[in-house]
């Protein structure tokens, strides 16, 4: 798999995310707080789903932490470090 940068996977995980956590008219920047977005059980589970076909990283047996699950940049760089 090529090299992505967090940038590149922030991108990505905005459009898997959008459909998932959006409130109608809220727009998903890489700041955008997952908590904040009303992130819940199911939900994450459907994230990690997404991220699992996407990058092919199964994250709950990569170690993730709460921290890494604070905004759409913390999961991206999250991502990015264990795919590179």
């Not at 922030?10 to 904040?36: F, N, Q």
């Not at 996407?54 to 760089?77: C, M, N, P, Q, V």
């Amino acid at each position: 798999m090529a090299e992505r940068g967090a940038e590149d996977v922030a991108t990505e995980l905005i459009k898997g995310i959008s459909p998932i956590l959006a409130k109608a008219g809220t727009r998903l920047t890489p700041d955008s707080s997952l908590a904040d977005l009303g992130l819940d059980s199911f939900m994450l589970v459907e994230i990690f789903v997404m991220i699992e076909k996407k990058f092919g990283l199964k994250l709950l047996d990569s170690g993730i932490r709460k921290e890494d699950l604070e905004t759409i940049k913390s999961l991206a760089a999250y991502v990015s470090s264990k795919i590179k």
